[in-house]
């Protein structure tokens, strides 16, 4: 069966740190991966997805950006942390059958 | 652009009580509809979904019915238990890379 990991679980940076959200599935391969984010009290924003290793499409402009180095890792990276991008990251794996979510990664910018 | 409604909340009901969450959305073509649900803390889990008109997606005794012709996805339950507050999301799907989700709706059930 298809599973996905995602780390770390939480998370506190500093204001102009960088950051590395790592998520990787199990279970399947060339999988479609996504990277959500859900803001305090908003839905959830799609922010990055991929069909394929090195295939990145971004959904909205912002000083994130995404990686596919592997066909079972999908990297979500910051060189400069803002106080915005405080939230609830999931990584999601899509199938036929709908997507499947990592237990999410809670950041905080401080 | 595609899009989906969902009823704002929170709702609070009792234990027992019938619930509905009313979903509607916008979308070109024929896109599968689903519901997703997150208890406190956790990521998201798929709850049922629907990839066609008329078709039932059920689970957990949820139940939703995808009505094309009043762009509807309302989910609902005949007897909700305390242990299914979460939040709830409606969501569309139409083409790969898209996923788009409604706002959620908090569901708090008191014994």
């Known amino acids: 069966s298809q599973t996905i990991h995602q780390w770390p679980a939480t998370l506190v940076q500093p204001v102009g740190s960088p950051l590395s959200l790592e998520c990787t599935v199990e279970?399947?391969?060339?999988?479609?991966l996504y990277w959500y984010r859900q803001a305090a009290g908003r839905g959830l924003q799609l922010l990055f997805y991929?069909?394929?290793?090195?295939?990145i499409s971004s959904e909205v402009p912002q000083n994130l950006s995404a990686s596919r180095p592997q066909d079972r890792q999908f990297i979500l990276s910051s060189k400069k942390l803002l106080l915005s991008d405080s939230g609830f990251y999931l990584c999601?794996?899509?199938?036929?059958?709908?997507?499947?979510f990592g237990s999410g990664t809670r950041l905080t910018v401080v | 652009g595609d899009s989906v409604t969902q009823m704002e909340g929170p709702v609070t009901l009792s234990e027992e009580a019938f619930l509905t969450i009313n979903c509607t959305y916008t979308a070109t073509g024929y896109p599968s509809l689903f519901w997703y649900v997150q208890y406190p803390g956790e990521g998201l889990q798929l709850l049922l979904k629907?990839?066609?008109?008329?078709d039932k997606g059920s689970n957990k005794g949820f139940e939703a019915t995808y009505r094309k012709e009043t762009t509807s996805f309302h989910l609902e339950k005949g007897s909700v238990q305390v242990s299914d507050s979460a939040v709830y999301f409606c969501?569309?799907?139409?083409?790969?890379?898209?996923?788009?989700f409604g706002k959620g709706t908090k569901l708090s059930v008191k014994p």
């Open positions: 969501a569309l799907s139409a083409y790969i890379g898209n996923l788009i």
């Open positions: 999601a794996l899509g199938g036929d059958y709908g997507y499947t």
């Open positions: 991929s069909v394929g290793i090195g295939q």
């Open positions: 629907a990839t066609k008109a008329d």
């Open positions: 279970g399947t391969s060339n999988p479609n």
